[in-house]
């Protein structure tokens, strides 16, 4: 089991490897939340390491599928017409 410290490193690395290159990031972000931008890497993180680190595949399925079934199904935004989160893409 991670401590916050533990994601807060996870984060850091996520924002420098992933937030660099995303397309809906907005001036000043990352952090996405203050400004009012739902994103799984902020809010699903435990999760997102978690699916990381129980499947192992060369190929992108694997893990959008189980995005799909472990962090969009209890998602607060998976009933809204659009998701919010440019995590699935
Ligand atoms: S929307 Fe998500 S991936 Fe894009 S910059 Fe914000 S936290 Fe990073
Ligand atoms: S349901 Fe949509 S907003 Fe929620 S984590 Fe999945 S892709 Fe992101």
């Known amino acids: ?3 916050k410290a533990e ?3 996870y984060l850091v690395v ?3 490897n992933v937030c660099s290159h995303c397309i809906e990031r907005q001036p000043g972000c990352p952090p ?3 400004q009012g931008k739902a994103c799984g890497i902020e809010q699903h ?3 997102l390491v978690k ?3 129980t499947t ?3 190929q992108m399925e694997p893990y959008i599928q189980q995005l799909h079934d472990k962090i969009c199904e ?12 440019p995590l699935d893409y």
């Open 32 to 34: 996405c939340a203050p």
């Open 74 to 85: 209890d998602c607060a935004y998976q009933d809204t017409p659009t998701c919010p989160c």
């Open 14 to 16: 996520l924002r420098e």
């Open 45 to 47: 993180i435990p999760e």
């Open 51 to 53: 699916i990381c680190r």
């Open 7 to 9: 994601y807060d490193d």
């Open 56 to 58: 192992d595949s060369v």
């Open 1 to 3: 089991m991670e401590s």
